[in-house]
């Protein structure tokens, strides 16, 4: 995709990483290089860190990713990173990987989000779907939500906003920083949820 | 296209960038997990010990992929043979995660595949060609892979499938619309698949390399060539060093465009499986002519 036409509309350009080591994050890369003054990198070294504005952590095995974050080193950048609040998303297993806590299980985690997490909490592949719905602090229109072998949020810390909730289960929080989906808008046509986290990091007084 | 079949494609998407491992024990399974394999494929045989024994080569027992399911959190998949969709109804029913309907176990039809849109479960399919890609997922299939010689640990059929995917998918993007039906004849491959094809430079499905990936070098050289992952098979189990050498492939997965990684994680990993080449193998040898 390319945008270079947008550049020059008035904004200053901004660069959001996507932690590349496995998982969906071409198609983070893809939705986010549509969005006006936007320039969308893969992130595959944590040095590559420094020049962005925000990251995505992508949707992709968290198991994996949690051994590649570990093995390339990544664990305190990303925490770093955090606490230069810059603006962190993850969807699906990259929620998974930014929780405190994971129901049943003690691997270390980046712990940037005050939850505990449960993994696969509505069955197996047979049980992944699609639903439309409003979510009206992100977009006027209704979303396709696209929930793949996909967490829900157990427990949270009342600081945290919930964002969306399906059967009373909580599948989307943010904080100021911080923006988790248990759902997958990288997935659809849709640019409304990448459109509010490049909102969000613009609005970011620590955004350069 | 039905939600079932959107949300298995999405699926398979998640796996992208990762390497899939055939393991035969929960042991195994849990080596290739630790060493960051994004999921594994169960089977009794691995593909080089399938061609040195001979025989008819059948789906796994259910009993030894219930403990591989039980063993990992990651992904499990298993394979049938080609047309035999009861073993099929088999796995879709142990709840495994995905089913390869492989060419690397003996066919059970000649004449079809099964019919893919029956099941709720994702299948993966291997091709050598656009059309037969094609085919595979107008069947439903939500992920292809090559179908590099199997067992082989030579990655040269891998190599030639990946490149002739590539060079007839670049040459519908050059025809004119009128010329499409015509490419889909000639393919033996449904018009709006091929129209896709065309239109968006790429198939609608992720695309692995599957067959003869024995070093991280191999893992990467197909990533460059375009593909969305690996599978290996024979290529960890059998060779001096497992865990060593499924990390490294793993990483050089990752970093594919590296060669500093490459090089790093391609030190010293023992001996790779010895192989075959595949110019030594009669047209009955050779399972990539399984299927159509």
Redesign the interface.
């Known amino acids: 995709m390319q945008k270079k036409w947008l550049i020059g509309a008035g904004k200053m350009e901004i660069t959001v990483g996507v932690l590349?080591?496995?998982?969906?994050?071409?198609?983070h890369i893809d939705h986010l290089n549509r969005i006006r003054g936007t320039n969308a990198v893969p992130v595959?070294k944590p040095v590559e860190l420094q020049k962005c504005s925000g990251l995505i952590i992508p949707?992709?095995?968290s198991?994996?990713m949690r051994?590649?974050i570990e093995?390339y080193k990544f664990k305190q950048p990303i925490i770093n990173f955090y606490q230069q609040q810059k603006v962190i998303w993850g969807t699906?297993?990259g929620l998974i990987l930014m929780a405190k806590e994971v129901e049943g299980e003690n691997e270390d985690q980046l712990g940037l989000l005050d939850i505990k997490i449960k993994?696969n909490a509505f069955g197996?592949?047979?049980d992944?779907?699609?639903e439309r719905n409003l979510i009206k602090k992100v977009s006027n229109i209704p979303q396709e939500l696209?929930f793949?072998?996909a967490p829900i949020i157990t427990k949270f810390n009342q600081k945290l906003e919930i964002l969306h909730k399906k059967d009373k289960q909580i599948t989307a929080v943010e904080s100021d920083c911080l923006l988790g989906t248990a759902f997958?808008p990288e997935?659809t046509d849709s640019l409304a949820f990448h459109e509010y986290f490049v909102n969000k990091i613009r609005n970011n007084k620590n955004t350069k | 296209m039905s939600e079932k079949y959107r949300l298995n494609k999405n699926l398979a998407q998640m796996l992208k960038g990762g390497v899939i491992m055939d393991v035969t024990n929960a042991e195994e399974a849990k080596i290739a997990e630790d060493a960051g394999a994004v999921a594994v494929m169960a089977l009794e045989k691995v593909p080089a010990d399938i061609r040195k024994e001979g025989g008819i080569a059948r789906m796994s027992d259910p009993k030894m992929i219930k403990e591989i399911v039980e063993t990992v959190s990651i992904p499990v998949m298993a394979k049938v043979r080609i047309g035999h969709f009861v073993e099929a109804q088999i796995l879709e029913a142990l709840k495994i995660d995905y089913i390869d309907e492989s060419e690397v176990l003996t066919p059970a039809d000649e004449a079809h595949h099964i019919d893919k849109r029956n099941f709720n479960i994702p299948f993966v399919c291997g091709a050598t060609n656009l059309g037969e890609a094609l085919r595979r997922i107008g069947e439903g299939a939500a992920m292809i892979r090559t179908k590099g010689e199997a067992g082989t640990g030579n990655v040269v059929e891998a190599v030639r499938h990946m490149r002739k995917i590539k060079s007839q998918i670049n040459r519908l993007i050059n025809m004119g619309s009128e010329e499409l039906m015509a490419a889909a004849k000639e393919m033996r491959a449904p018009f709006n698949l091929v129209e896709y094809a065309a239109r968006n430079g790429k198939l609608p499905v992720v695309n692995f390399a599957a067959g003869g990936i024995a070093t991280p070098a191999d893992a990467a050289l197909m990533m460059q060539l375009g593909c969305d992952g690996i599978f290996v098979g024979s290529g960890i189990f059998r060779s001096g060093n497992p865990v060593k050498r499924a990390e490294a492939i793993v990483k050089a997965t990752t970093h594919y465009q590296d060669p500093q990684i490459v090089a790093e994680v391609s030190e010293d990993l023992g001996k790779a499986m010895s192989g075959i080449d595949i110019n030594g193998l009669t047209d009955a040898e050779k399972m990539a002519d399984r299927g159509w």
């Open positions: 590349a080591l496995q998982g969906g994050f071409r198609e595959k949707g992709g095995e198991t994996t051994k590649l093995s699906c297993a993994r197996s592949q047979l992944s779907f699609v696209v793949i072998r997958h997935l």
